[in-house]
């Protein structure tokens, strides 16, 4: 159900989502629901966005604060790697563009 920040992640990441694509010059699609793997049914995801004339290219916005995008400019924390190549496994993409958006 998550807690105040992750609805407030939420609630930023439309936004994030476009000066994302504004900053890139990339057409985000934003999936309509969960993705599934070709041949393993329980596995799943929900990418962010895919670039709509690239399906191998996915999108992760993450919403953090001042303090977590400092410390994100030096080490990625490992389950949010893992949250990228849990994706690009499922949907088979070679690619998953992650940024932090913060107040820095």
């Known amino acids: 159900a998550g807690n105040i920040h992750t609805r407030l992640g939420q609630l930023c990441e ?46 992760q916005i993450k919403c953090v604060g001042y303090f977590v995008g400092r410390a994100w400019k030096y080490e990625l924390p490992i389950e949010i790697e893992a949250q990228c190549q849990w994706e690009m496994f499922v949907t088979g993409a070679k690619r998953d563009d992650l940024g932090p958006i913060s107040n820095q």
Request: glycine share 4%.
């Open 14 to 59: 439309p936004r994030a989502r476009q000066l994302y694509a504004n900053a890139t010059g990339y057409d985000v699609h934003i999936p309509p629901a969960s993705v599934f793997h070709p041949t393993i049914p329980w596995a799943r995801c929900t990418p962010d966005g895919i670039i709509a004339t690239d399906p191998d290219h996915l999108v």
